[in-house]
């Protein structure tokens, strides 16, 4: 038997087959420059090409799990939008997958399907309980307890970059102010790390860049800082500070016991989870009576993706 | 059958029976002006003299459920800590009642159990999603998904009040900064209400307390509003804003059916209510393709507290 998992991103789709452990059997991508229809059809047709390739048999599938980058409604098997795919509003994927694949298929949030690969098969496998932030472009979350995905009501929660971090802070993409997307998102690090170097013409940070400020991105700040930098090292604390608190706002809420970072930023490993954790220890709630909730680093990476997709199967 | 419901405040401690449609049989009370195991100690003489007093037997007795008014470890059935009672550190609740009654026994937080009471019985039974805000002296969180409660790892979550708020705003009682709790509890509106009065020797306000500042409580700002106080009103508008917000980050974390608002203050009913469902509608998360989360106040009163505990037995 062996589950089929789609990863929709923003330039391409992966479509692979996952076997009941979670290892993926066979993968295959294609570029998402087609239509809505057109990328469900190609979908289809990928499905079926990695059955025949790895002489599989259709009736062994289990099912097909969908991660999707925007809203989607669990209960509807509709998309309700991918803000970064043209035409993806209000497209019922379920059904229309459902006359290549006669098979129960899912869909979530593509950083919802990150948490439930590392919960159930990689760095949190030991675990029943975590939360997720993906650090990327904007922050996705996800929310794991007793092993099962929670969603929140028609799939549409767990929209953990959404919540204020700073009260009327700077402007969200979503309508409202300082969510905490626009303070740890990789996005908003870069942001971070320009204006600290504009602010200071002779950081090393601009020496990591070649000079070139369009050369920024997750990194500079972090290696900047280890070699010494000393405003690339206020950079990563005031990084750090904004991470820690939105980490400890989820502790309270779930209390989990792991909390894994996701996205490019988690390449920080220890840098980032040691003095996260040092910090949330001291903060934490229940007057340190609170058990520890372990701050690790995602390890299935690009995987998570078709993994987790296929894993919604199991919920 | 029955359920025993314990409801421990910090002055008193309510015991009651309820049936099986989540009715008060009958209830009694003590102070709580002893040690814990002599309180434990009158919560069994409570439980016998109420089963004696209504010709029940205690062989219908499903079990006992105790609503506390801080940390609890749902696990361990230990008290971590009630900050407002006396000597209630790392008390084994469960086991040391168990010596009484050989039935099962369940602890929570005090704001848990109320959710669970509004949901199984009171405002929210019709749906099966909800968040509970408990605007008091502090402010309790409770979380129902699919009917069930949430508490977090160890049950020591849904700490809802101790999320930020305000980044780095005023100090709280757990060792962060601009907890919602800061700016959203009774105690928190009493203070905004006081900080205007002393900046506006006008405000009608003063006539509200026969100008003795310290008979503010939380109606004082709303009542002067609606007769038309505009210093009453900048506190209400002020008040309703951190409200929202601190209400919309739930809704992108849950999503819920309904959001329901307990403690005194829920009190101004729809004056309340139908201002917080404009805001939410206007910034919710997704788009507005978001269903509506029905914002409404709590209905079940003083009594959700032991109808909620013996509701325990059900999860």
């Known amino acids: 038997m062996f589950s089929v998992g789609i990863d929709i991103g923003g330039m391409s789709i992966k479509v692979g087959l996952v076997d009941d452990c979670g290892k993926i059997i066979a993968q295959s991508r294609f570029r998402t420059e087609k239509t809505p229809d057109d990328m469900i059809k190609c979908m289809a047709e990928h499905i079926?090409?990695?059955?025949?390739?790895?002489?599989?048999?259709?009736k062994d599938m289990l099912g097909i799990g969908i991660g999707c980058p925007g809203s989607v409604n669990g209960d509807t098997g509709m998309v309700e939008i991918?803000?970064?795919?043209?035409?993806?509003?209000?497209?019922?994927?379920?059904?229309?997958?459902?006359?290549?694949?006669?098979?129960p298929i899912k869909i979530s949030n593509d950083a919802n399907v990150a948490a439930?690969?590392?919960?159930?098969?990689?760095?949190?496998?030991?675990?029943?309980?975590?939360?997720?932030?993906?650090?990327?472009?904007?922050?996705g979350g996800g929310i794991i307890l007793d092993k099962k995905l929670v969603e929140g009501g028609h799939s549409l929660g767990a929209e953990l970059g959404h919540i204020t971090l700073v009260l009327e802070g700077e402007e969200c993409t979503c309508g409202r102010k300082g969510c905490i997307e626009r303070y740890v998102s990789a996005t908003?690090?870069?942001?971070?790390?320009?204006?600290?170097?504009?602010?200071?013409?002779?950081s090393a940070m601009w020496d990591f860049v070649n000079g070139d400020i369009d050369k920024v991105d997750g990194r500079t700040a972090f290696e900047s800082a280890k070699k010494g930098d000393l405003t690339a090292k206020k950079v990563c604390d005031k990084y750090l500070f904004y991470l820690g608190e939105s980490i400890l706002n989820m502790l309270n809420i779930f209390r989990p016991d792991v909390f894994i970072l996701g996205g490019g930023i988690s390449a920080q490993g220890k840098y980032l989870t040691d003095r996260l954790q040092d910090y949330c220890e001291k903060f934490e709630y229940g007057y340190k009576m609170s058990p520890r909730t372990e701050i690790v680093t995602a390890t299935l990476g690009n995987d998570a993706g078709i993994i987790g997709a296929a894993a919604l199967l199991k919920q």
Do not use: R
């Open 82 to 103: 991918l803000p970064n795919l043209d035409g993806w509003i209000k497209i019922p994927i379920v059904a229309k997958l459902q006359n290549f694949f006669d098979v």
């Open 48 to 58: 079926s090409n990695l059955i025949d390739d790895n002489s599989l048999d259709v």
């Open 188 to 202: 908003a690090l870069i942001e971070q790390t320009k204006c600290a170097m504009l602010a200071d013409k002779n």
């Open 116 to 139: 439930l690969a590392e919960v159930l098969y990689g760095v949190a496998k030991d675990y029943d309980n975590a939360i997720m932030f993906t650090l990327g472009t904007g922050v």
